[in-house]
């Protein structure tokens, strides 16, 4: 197969992530008023717990077969063949993960219907097949297929989401928003797959690899999920848990501006892995920190700067206590970036599933306690920093590996350009918002104003990879005219 532009997918995916979380965004301001901070609590509560059981049933199929569709994307047999073992693999693990669910959580309890709705949110994931587009380097397709349904699924909320009594109805249209989003991805596998001509499938071959990345997906998910169910159990208050969840949308949107590099770079990687170039690789690794830097600095301390002005006017008073939330969880932003590097981008490509796997349970461990010590003493805030103090902990044990391996440098003297430009645009932009009303029109001003200085700081510092970027851009331009 020809290889893709990985600037080009990087695009893709991110648009596709981005409208996975913005599309909601939009409607953040709508449901806040609507449903209010506890009916919204109530669906982030119920939701993370139906997520663990979507994560068993899924093992580690997601990130192991994205890896194993890579190594194979150039001959249609053996990726036809990989496909079907591992949607059937999928399924009969999901069965079992939807029928645990049924009776464990749906069949009773005062949130038996949000659970019985969810279940076709479970359903949906056995649906979901874009681990194999991802693995082929296909990223247009898993935005294409998206794009109609997430915006169906928008303005359903605002027809039909009236009044707290209509969260049911907020439920079912996430459900079947991520239902019909996983189905029409099917419409492009002809064209990519074979059929099997009485070949013999061996469907268990891939339990053992998946379970070595379903113990480090578990503990991902642990300081990703567990902190509202956490939050649900030690402080009875779903408003906490509600402020956590909106807080952590905005968070979440700013650190897939990052990380969207690294699902397109784990297919490339292991591509060149697989060659044995490893001058490529720390080619590759090298160009992943640099934008880390130049892009994990400013949508960091860009958070931090507007989260006063931001909070007010978008989730409304009753969100109040998300400010501090996202001051503080801000730091997720960089710490995420320098772990998908590391982790996602090198060790899982590199089958480094031992080491990728002690420095996630490391950081899970750290986050049970601390919210354990944390969350009734602080509620909210204590479970962001929980968060960050074990992202910052992965960050760490995965360099320390990493460069055991390989030769990358983790800090050179030319980011000192990005701080020194990010610090200058915090003092401004977090200035301004002490002086101006919490508007829109003041938040947009100050993400204006914090841009132009950000990258007008690294232009007149003359920063390599920002004018090289520029002149692709340039470039690319001066060929479309011609």
């Known amino acids: 197969m020809k290889k893709k532009s990985v600037t080009k997918n990087y695009i893709y995916n991110l648009i596709y992530q981005i409208l996975v979380i913005v599309l909601p965004l939009i409607t953040t301001p709508y449901i806040s008023g609507v449903l209010g901070a506890e009916k919204i609590g109530i669906y982030s509560f119920t939701t993370s717990i139906a997520t663990y059981f979507i994560l068993f049933g899924s093992l580690g199929v997601a990130m192991y077969a994205q890896r194993e569709i890579a190594y194979v994307q150039d001959d249609v047999k053996k990726r036809s063949k990989l496909f079907w073992e591992i949607f059937f693999f999928r399924c009969i693990t999901m069965t079992i993960s939807i029928i645990v669910f049924y009776f464990t959580y749906a069949s009773h309890g005062e949130y038996q219907l949000y659970y019985k709705i969810l279940i076709i949110q479970l359903l949906a994931n056995v649906l979901d097949i874009s681990w194999f587009f991802q693995g082929l380097e296909e990223f247009k397709k898993t935005v294409t297929r ?22 049911w109805i907020y439920f079912v249209i996430f459900v079947l928003s991520t239902l019909l989003g996983n189905m029409s991805l099917w419409l492009y596998l002809p064209k990519f797959v074979q059929k099997l001509n009485g070949e013999k499938l061996q469907i268990f071959s891939h339990l053992k690899p998946t379970i070595g990345l379903f113990i480090p997906q578990i503990a991902i998910d642990v300081y990703t999920l567990l902190d509202r169910t956490m ?3 030690l402080t009875n208050d779903m408003s906490q848990v509600g402020n956590y969840e909106q807080s952590q949308k905005i968070i979440k949107l700013s650190y897939t501006l990052i990380t969207s590099l690294g699902t397109v770079m784990t297919p490339r990687i292991a591509s060149v892995l697989a060659s044995k170039d490893n001058k490529k690789v720390e080619e590759y690794l090298s160009k992943s920190i640099n934008f880390v830097f130049f892009l994990g600095i400013p949508l960091t301390l860009g958070v931090m700067s507007v989260a006063k002005t931001l909070v007010p006017w978008f989730l409304g008073d009753e969100f109040s206590l998300s400010v501090y939330i996202l001051m503080t969880g801000a730091l997720l932003i960089i710490a995420k970036g320098f772990t998908d590097v590391a982790g996602v981008q090198y060790l899982i490509p590199s089958r480094n599933q031992v080491i990728f796997t002690k420095s996630v349970v490391t950081g899970a461990i750290l986050n049970i306690v601390l919210n354990f010590i944390l969350i009734p003493i602080c509620g909210a805030i204590g479970a962001i920093i929980a968060s960050v103090i074990a992202e ?10 990493v460069k055991k391996q390989i030769n990358i440098h983790i ?5 000192l350009k990005y701080i020194a430009s990010g ?24 993400i204006c104003i914090g841009g132009i200085i950000y990258i007008g700081s690294l232009l007149i510092m003359k920063d390599e990879f920002l004018w090289e970027r520029l002149d692709k851009i340039l470039k690319a331009l001066k060929l479309k005219k011609a």
């Open 423 to 446: 610090i200058l645009m915090f003092a401004v932009v977090y200035g301004m918002g002490i002086f101006m009303k919490p508007t829109m029109i003041t938040t947009m001003l100050q």
């Open 411 to 415: 800090f050179k003297k030319s980011y």
């Open 392 to 401: 910052v902990t992965i960050a760490i044990v995965q360099y320390y590996y």
């Open 146 to 167: 998206n794009l109609l349904v997430k915006i169906l699924s928008v303005i359903s909320i605002f027809v039909f989401v009236k009044t707290q009594d209509d969260l």
């Open 231 to 233: 939050l649900g159990y």
